[in-house]
């Protein structure tokens, strides 16, 4: 079946260290690849997406590239700050249009001054 | 910028009563779902609705579950008699055609 698994929390750094939450998937066909963010007291946010193998997605300095190869959809940024500590999943969409998303545990990351 | 809300934010519920989790969600979208995540666990799908009926449902989603879009802007979630494990983080999402997943900011449940 179709699952998502990224590394187990939780990820402490220092302001300004280099990030990386490690994502992989298994899915049948060609699945979309999601990063969600949750800040403290809030909803699920959408914080990138990639549609097809090779796509890179960006936001707010994070960035995912959709690796077929190795099943992957690692979340990196080169420099976080206090703010981005949160809650981050991984999902994916296995096929196109409005169906659901099979999401991963979520990684909590905080970001020390 | 519009948004989900879900309320209550937190319901603390005696195990076999009947809750329900009220969501809104954002005006012109066409497809609604509700997702649950027990504590240390993943968010687990439940439910999706369209066209004013379920158009896709889980394991999880037996007969104790049920939702409704009871006025053209609610969307609910019924447990009908309530379990310890029902306990979780229930979360309510809506989109567009063809486009991502807005989540609102959840209910925690907890059945004692």
């Known amino acids: 079946g179709n699952s998502v698994t990224q590394m187990e929390g939780p990820v402490t750094l220092s302001e300004e260290a280099f990030l990386t939450i490690n994502c992989t998937y298994t899915?049948?066909?060609?699945?979309?690849l999601f990063w969600y963010v949750q800040y403290p007291g809030e909803g699920l946010q959408l914080l990138l997406k990639?549609?097809?193998?090779?796509d890179k997605g960006s936001n707010k300095g994070f960035e995912a590239t959709y690796r077929k190869e190795t099943t992957s959809f690692h979340l990196e940024k080169g420099s976080v700050q206090v703010s981005d500590s949160a809650v981050y999943f991984c999902?994916?969409?296995?096929?196109?249009?409005?169906?659901?998303?099979?999401f991963g545990k979520g990684t909590r990351l905080s970001v020390i001054a | 910028e519009p948004e989900v809300t879900q309320t209550p934010s937190h319901q603390v519920t005696q195990m076999g009563q009947e809750v329900i989790l009220r969501c809104v969600p954002i005006?012109?979208?066409?497809?609604f779902y509700w997702y649950r995540q027990i504590l240390g666990q993943k968010v687990e799908f439940l439910v999706s609705?369209?066209?004013?009926?379920?158009?896709?449902k889980s394991e999880i989603f037996d007969d104790q579950f049920s939702v409704e879009r009871p006025d053209g802007s609610n969307f609910t979630l019924k447990i009908r008699s309530t379990k310890l494990e029902d306990s979780a983080m229930y979360f309510c999402?809506?989109?567009?055609?063809?486009?991502?997943?807005?989540f609102g900011q959840g209910t925690r449940l907890t059945v004692v």
């Open positions: 999402a809506s989109s567009a055609l063809n486009t991502e997943a807005f």
């Open positions: 999902a994916l969409r296995y096929s196109s249009g409005n169906t659901p998303l099979v």
């Open positions: 005006s012109n979208h066409l497809y």
């Open positions: 899915a049948t066909g060609y699945p979309s």
């Open positions: 609705f369209y066209n004013n009926e379920i158009s896709e």
């Open positions: 990639a549609t097809k193998a090779d």
